[in-house]
């Protein structure tokens, strides 16, 4: 098992559209439990490989407060949605950062699990909040996207004077 590297905004790497994911074989399998070790310890709720540079369309959540609920979807698909939800997210992409981002409040998603065996799962509150915000991921799409254009204008000056106190 590794720790991945989580990209932070605006690094260009997090607009890369995910590629299905063509087989799930041991190699994935390796990769999901380095992204479930990487998202424990950051820590989060969920990650999306995008967030550690790997363009498959791969998620792991976690919303227990034990960490042992591990959700895993590979070429996760959104089949349905209802009704709207307003919810404060973060991101472990765009850290420090919390802000209100209003999407479907219902979501059933279809997704091949671990060991490539294919389920579906419906989802509200919390849940599907994360679902949508993972999935956008794999999508290029961040949640500081929904913000207004003088708000993520603030936001990336703020991660990149972060960045120049870190380097
Ligand atoms: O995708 C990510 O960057 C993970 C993100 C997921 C998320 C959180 C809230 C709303 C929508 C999506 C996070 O995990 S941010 C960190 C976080 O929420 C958290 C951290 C520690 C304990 C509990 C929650
Ligand atoms: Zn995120």
Redesign the pocket.
Known sequence: MALLNILHFPDPRLRNKAQPVAHVDDAIRGLVDDMFETMYDAPGI?L?AT?VNVAQRIVVMDLSLEKNAPLCLINPEIVSRSGTEEMEEG???VPGVYETVQRAGRVTVRALNRDGKPFELDSDGLLAVCIQ?EID?LEGK??VDYLSELKRTRVRKRMEKVRQHTL
Do not use: D, E, I, M
């Open positions: 969920g999306a967030q991101c472990l992409s915000h991921h961040l949640f």
